[in-house]
């Protein structure tokens, strides 16, 4: 029997190894997930997700290391975990020959939630937040995936878990049924459990989490807080262009990152074609101007390596340093008459974290 303390973090994974065969499938991995938050964890297909998933809500035993949900070890105390996690598998099935309340009032038996007799208040209560209600009459099997996963995400709420694990919820949804799932996680975070997500499409995880583990052939590559990984990626701060003038020299070859990507004929852009020293970013501007105009009055501007045709209009401007550069090139853009109505990383943060710490392997 393990204590929780109510330091512990929501989970904590330790060292955890897991062997199918004679295949290592989860290598060393150790991160936490702080109470409230939305973590994401992330990795290709194969990486080893659901296997670390399943050690988690109890259903496998590791061959190493150590999982606690609120400070309870899921292999010595695993009555204690299955009463504060809600579970949803990935592709599970629902049962299809009965109606929405039905399926509800069967798992609240079978959790043994206080029911108040017949009544199921508890029932209605979770229709309600999963906006299930309408549909408390309907057959299971004349909804739509997206309500069904609706439906398995009221089950896992029915005996009001702390912490929600829950296996690529928004895999097969269509773009409405994946937002409204994300809305609703945002609502049950508001009131207050802790959501471990797994998910193989970056997207779909980017505007929710708050913080992210990603996995790649079984090990962790990297974990915490989106904004402070971000920071641990950050290229060194660009030295800041003299105050009132923003269109210095032009850099150096040396200092400048080829692209095979069309750029815009700009004056002393020369020589755009050897490799940086200095990692680069890319903003995407859009602009009440052509992106001639855009490249011309950007032209010199130190740390600036690339003005190039964006999508839908836009122009995207490669430049190496942090946001305080974003800052220089609108200011420049605006000194020289351009209008600038729209910035916007041309990817979003997770995305860049994604393909900054991946090498893209599968096993
Ligand atoms: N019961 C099992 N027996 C043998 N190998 C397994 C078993 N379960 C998973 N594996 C293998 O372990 C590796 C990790 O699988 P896992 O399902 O954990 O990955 P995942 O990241 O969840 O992938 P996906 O996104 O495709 O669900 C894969 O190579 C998989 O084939």
């Known amino acids: 029997m393990t204590t929780a303390t109510t330091t512990a973090p929501a989970i904590r994974v330790r060292h955890l190894w ?145 912490v929600l694990i829950l296996d690529e919820p928004a895999s097969d949804l269509d773009p409405r049924a994946r937002i409204e799932i994300r809305d609703l996680l945002v609502e049950l975070r508001n009131l207050g459990k802790t959501i471990f997500l797994s998910s193989h499409i970056l997207t779909e995880l980017a505007d929710v989490c708050t913080s992210v583990a990603i996995l790649e052939r079984g090990r962790l590559v990297v974990s915490g807080p989106i904004s402070e990984i971000a920071r641990r990626l950050e290229p060194p701060p660009a030295p800041a262009p003299s105050e009132g003038a923003p269109a210095v020299p032009a850099p150096s070859p040396s200092e400048v990152r080829g692209s095979p990507r069309p750029t815009f004929n700009a004056a002393g852009g020369s020589g755009w074609g050897a490799a940086a020293p200095i990692p680069t970013r890319t903003v995407k501007l859009r ?32 430049y190496a340093g942090d946001d305080t550069m974003v800052a220089y090139i609108v200011r420049a853009l605006v000194m020289a008459n351009i209008g600038v109505s729209g910035v916007e990383p041309e990817r979003n943060e997770l995305e860049r974290i994604f393909l900054e710490v991946t090498k893209g392997e599968v096993q």
């Open 287 to 318: 602009v009440l101007a052509p992106g001639e105009a855009v490249a011309a009055a950007l032209t010199g501007m130190p740390n600036v390596h690339r003005v190039a045709p964006g999508p839908a209009h836009t122009v995207l401007v490669t």
């Open 18 to 162: 897991h062997r199918f065969g004679r295949f290592d499938v989860l290598r060393d991995v150790s991160f936490d997930v702080a109470h409230g938050e939305i973590f994401g964890f992330i990795g290709p297909n194969g990486a080893g997700k659901t296997t670390t998933i399943r050690v988690m809500s109890t259903l496998l035993e590791p061959l190493a290391g150590r999982v606690e949900i609120d400070g309870y070890d899921v292999t010595i105390d695993p009555d204690a975990v299955r009463k504060i996690i809600g579970y949803m598998p990935d592709h599970a099935g629902v049962y299809e020959r009965v109606t929405v309340r039905e399926y509800l009032e069967f798992f609240a038996d079978a959790y043994r939630v206080p029911t108040a007799g017949t009544s199921y208040a508890v029932v209605d209560a979770v229709m309600e937040l999963t906006d299930l209600t309408k549909l408390r009459d309907k057959l299971v099997a004349t909804m739509s995936k997206g309500m069904k996963q609706r439906l398995q995400l009221a089950r896992t709420l029915l005996h009001d878990p702390k």
